[in-house]
């Protein structure tokens, strides 16, 4: 059973930058597929960014070319840059791991909530304007 833990949410002015840790539990992080999703107040939950373990990345329209998925696999961590805010942006970010057990790599990027097998408990992210 794979555990995350993130951090590194709070508050910002819109136009600023805040970068989100995840940390993940278990011996072959290198393999694992992780994303990050969020979820705004009244609304369900979105994919933001994944990225696979052949460091492939996607993201979704609305944070294209302002937020960046990195991962480095020495400290089974994922980060999301996230720069330019918009008030828009202010929601919960959870991160997600997908991973198997046996042979599998999750070499692609995977956007699909179901997809995923291990979340986070999640991080405020609160951008006034």
């Known amino acids: 059973q794979v555990q995350l833990v993130e951090s590194g949410g709070g508050l910002v002015q819109a136009g600023g930058s805040v970068r989100l840790s995840c940390v993940a539990s278990g011996r072959t992080f290198s393999t694992y597929a992780m994303g990050w999703f969020r979820q705004a107040p009244g609304n369900e939950r979105e994919f933001v960014s994944g990225i696979g373990s052949g460091l492939s990345t996607y993201y979704s329209g609305t944070v294209k070319g302002r937020f960046t998925i990195s991962r480095d696999n020495a400290k089974n961590t994922v980060y999301l840059q996230m720069n330019s805010l918009k008030p828009e942006d202010t929601a919960v970010y959870y991160c997600?791991?997908?991973?198997?057990?046996?042979?599998?790599?999750?070499?692609?990027?995977?956007?699909?909530?179901?997809?995923?097998?291990?979340w986070g408990q999640g991080t405020q992210v609160t951008v006034s304007s």
């Open positions: 997600a791991a997908r991973y198997s057990s046996g042979r599998y790599s999750a070499i692609l990027p995977v956007a699909p909530q179901y997809e995923y097998n291990a």
